[in-house]
């Protein structure tokens, strides 16, 4: 008995791709039972991360791959949605990431990502992949995200 569904979308580091994941996005949102408004939110959440994972990640290596798993737990009446996104880079720590509250920078264009997954989510984990790069992993729960409303 599956306790779990997975669409997995493995991609060459290609903005273009960001409104593919989008759209797996909030099909796989709605069937976890996720509201409109948590919807949009981890939109923004995954569209930061898959950002993250092209432009810091690969340095938009386009050999370089960026791959997205969605995960829907229990399979049957899926309740909760999980996002790993993993790229090939560097990797680098997530505790020296700047503060995007800190005063000096507050208007800077960037360094805002973290910051958005880490709120919009139920739980984040940043980490480095077992095969390289980074790994983040987001959880948002439909009970959870009735509960924010």
Known sequence: M???????????SHFDMLD???VVCDETGQMAGLDEDALHWVSVAV???????????NNEVEEKRVTVEFTLTPAAVPT?????????????????VADPL????LLKSS???????RNFMDALTIRRAPTGGMEVVM???????????
């Open 2 to 12: 599956d306790t779990h569904s997975v669409v997995r979308i493995e991609f060459r």
């Open 20 to 22: 593919f994941v989008q």
């Open 47 to 57: 569209r930061e991360s898959v950002i993250n994972a092209i432009k810091h990640g």
């Open 80 to 96: 909760q949605l999980q996002i790993r996104v993993v790229d090939q880079g560097e990797g680098f720590d997530p505790v020296e």
């Open 102 to 105: 800190a005063p000096e920078n």
């Open 111 to 117: 360094g805002r990502g973290i910051f958005f997954m």
């Open 139 to 149: 959880v948002k729960s439909a009970a959870a995200a009735d509960a924010d409303a």
